[in-house]
């Protein structure tokens, strides 16, 4: 079974940096993409990052916040979410999702919501 497990959260005053990381495995081929989600009490589940795949492409829907960035280390099978001058906004659960296989880029730089497998969250809380 695919399995992904996202760590890192945590409380940050506003201002300040954390990064979440995601590990994936359960899958045999190397052809995916990774993006990264949150949702907030009572708001809607929402893309917060670009999408990295294993052709080393970058995937990014227009809205994405540009304080927040995607990396990968596609040899640990571990995406990465830098989150710099966090605000009290950003509070939510933060869930990593993956598809394999890949699909078609433009799907991911629509804003994807519809992955095929979800990690469990980690909470980002940022006092103001």
């Known amino acids: 079974d695919v399995q992904l497990q996202a760590s890192g959260g945590g409380l940050v005053q506003a201002g300040g940096s954390l990064r979440l990381s995601c590990a994936f495995s359960g899958f045999t081929f190397d052809d995916y993409a990774v993006g990264w989600f949150r949702q907030a009490p009572g708001k809607e589940r929402e893309v917060v990052s670009c999408?990295?795949?294993?052709?080393?492409?970058?995937y990014c829907p227009d809205f994405v916040n540009g304080r927040f960035t995607i990396s990968s280390d596609r040899a640990k099978r571990t995406v990465y979410l830098q989150m710099n001058n966090l605000k009290a906004e950003d509070t939510a659960v933060y869930y990593c999702a993956l598809d394999s296989p890949a699909r078609n880029p433009r799907y991911y730089r629509s804003g994807a919501l519809d992955m095929h497998w979800w990690g469990l969250g980690t909470q980002v809380t940022v006092s103001s």
């Open positions: 999408f990295s795949s294993s052709d080393g492409g970058t």
